[in-house]
């Protein structure tokens, strides 16, 4: 059974960065789409940003120019560098994996 397991998480300030990760322990198919969600206090889950395997991006309008998704298909890993961070990016960041499931989340705080 394939488990994702994010990290990167914690606490930044406004205007701070983080990367987050998130590898599958088992064997996945190259083929798969990947993305990252977040889901805030009291809000819906909402996508971040997804990649194909051939590295196409979409981004939410909120985070264009500050975020990057990437996939290291070797690593069986996916990534989002965030930049610029702003106190509404405050959520749990989960990675979605096609096929495969969802990762246990990851707390970002963004806060002074």
């Known amino acids: 059974q394939v488990q994702l397991v994010e990290s990167g998480g914690g606490l930044v300030q406004p205007g701070g960065s983080l990367r987050l990760s998130c590898a599958a322990s088992g064997s996945i198919f190259s083929n798969t789409f990947m993305g990252w969600y977040r889901q805030a206090p009291g809000k819906e889950r909402e996508l971040v940003g997804s990649?194909?395997?051939?590295?196409?991006?979409v981004y939410a309008d909120s985070v264009k120019g500050r975020f990057t998704i990437s996939r290291d298909n070797a690593k069986k890993t996916v990534y989002l560098q965030m930049n610029s961070l702003k106190p509404e990016d405050t959520a749990v960041y989960y990675c979605f994996v096609g096929g495969y499931g969802w990762g246990q989340g990851t707390q970002v705080t963004v806060s002074s």
């Open positions: 990649i194909t395997s051939g590295g196409i991006t």
